[in-house]
T-cell receptor
Framework: EAQVTQNPRYLITVTGKKLTVTCSQN?????MSWYRQDPGLGLRQIYY???????DKGDVPEGYKVSRKEKRNFPLILESPSPNQTSLYFC??????????????FGSGTRLTVV | QKEVEQNSGPLSVPEGAIASLNCTYS??????FFWYRQYSGKSPELIMS????GDKEDGRFTAQLNKASQYVSLLIRDSQPSDSATYLC???????????FGAGTILRVKS
């Protein structure tokens, strides 16, 4: 089954404790992206990657890191989480062409709470 | 000005009616436009994509694009209670490298 798999689904952590949210896709998609979703603000892009070893900042990259060492994986790293990073996080992937990324397939989401 | 704007709603329509959802965008260079549906507590699901001016129909859904007016809309015919969800408009910006979402419109279909 074609899918984007995120782990964990739920995470409660303390301020400053490094964490990684994993994302993996099995569709051989070139393009992968991380979003956070907050009430009233919608989905905001954190980072995206157009292929292996190619990443770029989205609209809200502060406090986050990513890497794309393999085509299928795109982990999101919070080196020192803070309460304002409490949010619902989505990983997404898509094919990519001259017109940009096509429709995304989203993962199931990770609800992160930082206390 | 936000890059992609939607009326937050809620938009309430009776079962069987046509629901009309609207979206405007600011990047004149945008070429790709998408509508996603998101049920409460779930991830967004792609329901329509449109790349050329005019209408595109898929079942009960019709997407409409007017690049001159920088306007995208989604019509849902014969609305069903199961269509009750948040509908997200998304637009490719910066030569397609970024997909920007609107904040979404809540649709409620009353039986």
């Amino acid at each position: 089954e074609a899918q984007v798999t995120q782990n964990p689904r739920y995470l409660i952590t303390v301020t400053g404790k490094k964490l990684t949210v994993t994302c993996s896709q099995n569709m051989n998609h070139e393009y992968m992206s991380w979003y956070r979703q907050d009430p009233g603000l919608g989905l905001r892009q954190i980072y995206y990657s157009m292929n292996v070893e190619v990443t770029d900042k989205g609209d809200v990259p502060e406090g986050y890191k990513v890497s794309r060492k393999e085509k299928r994986n795109f982990p999101l790293i919070l080196e020192s989480p803070s309460p304002n990073q409490t949010s619902l996080y989505f990983c997404a992937s898509s094919t990519y062409s001259g017109q940009g990324a096509y429709g995304y397939t989203f993962g199931s989401g990770t609800r992160l709470t930082v206390v | 000005q936000k890059e992609v704007e939607q009326n937050s709603g809620p938009l309430s329509v009776p079962e069987g009616a046509i629901a009309s959802l609207n979206c405007t965008y600011s990047d004149r260079g945008s070429q790709s436009f998408f509508w996603y549906r998101q049920y409460s507590g779930k991830s967004p699901e792609l329901i329509m994509s449109i790349y050329s001016n005019g209408d595109k129909e898929d079942g009960r859904f019709t997407a409409q694009l007017n690049k001159a007016s920088q306007y995208v809309s989604l019509l849902i015919r014969d609305s069903q209670p199961s269509d009750s969800a948040t509908y997200l408009c998304a637009v490719n910006v910066e030569y397609g490298n970024k997909l920007v979402f609107g904040a979404g419109t809540i649709l409620r279909v009353k039986s």
